[in-house]
């Protein structure tokens, strides 16, 4: 049995709504990770969503951040923030059990600028994932913990090595978080199959045609545990809506996988 998972930051779903929802028609995932969505629970198109299939749980926020999962099936479980008694007033992690797969959707802290403060919120955000991890999970359940990572890995997923080194979203210290909490038992699907290929994710509104430059890092990743991982056949990313009237700054990512226990 076919699975298929996809990430979009979508840089707020009131502005693309229409461009989820065709997405979606056209692509048919089982799961639909959004970040950014910019909106209260309230706010999000729910209705719209279930019309076309969709079950939607949602971690909103006024204006800014904010997750949500889609899915085909109603999920067993959902689980909003850490829930570590630290703060969460920034709605950027959202979880779902949905048969033997937990689903970890999460908005990376941009970070700003190495010096500023939120930099080391950023880094806070990646041992706050891996502490969570730890005490709830293991690497032998079958885990995807996907989303706008907001961390370019390696030299080839961005589009200038030397211009971009020690700057944000490149930066020694976020690559190295986010390679801490891969190795508690994450492979990256998309280097998994491809990997030699240049591929972005997100190609930034504030530089000139970065889009058809191809200035571009990519920073939106789906990454699973070893079980899904070696279950996987093809991790791609879809560079149509980033080209497209009205885009998000990001492009989707998805991922499918050839599994047959999934009720």
């Known amino acids: 049995m076919k699975w298929k998972i996809a990430t979009f930051n979508v840089n707020g779903i009131r502005s693309r709504r229409e461009v989820v929802i065709s ?3 056209q692509n048919r995932p089982d799961v639909m990770c959004l970040q950014e969505i910019k909106c209260r629970d309230e706010e999000f198109p729910v209705e719209a969503l279930r019309e076309v299939g969709y079950e939607a749980s ?3 926020q ?3 951040h904010g997750v949500a999962i889609l899915s085909l099936k109603k999920p067993e479980e959902v689980r909003r923030g850490f829930g570590d008694g630290l703060s969460d007033d920034e709605a950027r992690l959202i979880a779902a059990k949905l048969g033997p797969i937990w689903v970890l959707n999460t908005y990376v802290p941009q970070g700003r600028s190495p010096e500023h403060p939120a930099f080391l919120e950023k880094l806070s955000f990646f041992e706050r994932v891996r502490n969570l991890l730890e005490k709830e999970f ?3 359940q079958r885990i995807i913990w996907t989303g706008d990572l907001n961390v370019a890995p390696d030299e080839i997923d961005v589009f200038s090595p030397r211009r971009m080194d020690g700057k944000i979203g490149f930066h020694p210290a976020e690559r190295k978080a986010l390679a801490d909490v891969m190795s508690w038992g994450f492979y990256d699907l998309f280097r998994r199959h491809h990997p030699d290929v240049r591929q972005f994710t997100f190609w930034d509104y504030r530089m000139p045609q970065s889009l058809d430059r ?3 890092w990519r920073i939106d990743h789906i990454l699973a545990t070893q079980p ?3 279950a996987s056949t093809e991790c791609l990313v879809d560079p149509a809506p980033r080209a497209a009237p009205g885009p998000s700054d990001h492009t989707p990512v998805w991922a499918e996988f050839e599994v047959d226990d999934l009720d």
Do not use: D, Q, R
Request: glycine fraction near 16%; charge should be positive; include cysteine.
């Open 228 to 230: 899904l991982a070696k």
């Open 214 to 216: 191809n200035l571009g």
């Open 62 to 64: 006024k204006s800014f």
């Open 23 to 25: 997405w979606i028609g």
């Open 58 to 60: 949602v971690c909103g």
């Open 138 to 140: 293991s690497p032998e």
